[in-house]
């Protein structure tokens, strides 16, 4: 019998996508493209919730 967890909460800042890449709009000299990838400052790319308020209340 499946056991059933509670979904997480999402972060409000980055909506559960806490990690995206974005492209430069140039390329490798193998032809791919450079990107850059940023990670939501929130939740420290958790995606959740539950750091985010950790965050909150460490600054006060």
Known sequence: ???HTAPK?????CGGFPVVVITTGTR???????TL??????????GTRSACQQEAASRG
């Not at 909460?9 to 800042?13: D, E, K, L, W």
């Not at 490798?28 to 450079?34: E, I, K, T, W």
């Not at 990838?37 to 958790?46: D, E, H, M, S, Y």
Request: charged share 25%.
């Open 37 to 46: 990838r940023v990670i939501c400052k929130a939740c420290q790319g958790t």
């Open 9 to 13: 909460p999402v972060c409000h800042h």
């Open 28 to 34: 490798h000299l193998d032809g791919s493209r450079r």
């Open 1 to 3: 019998m499946p056991e």
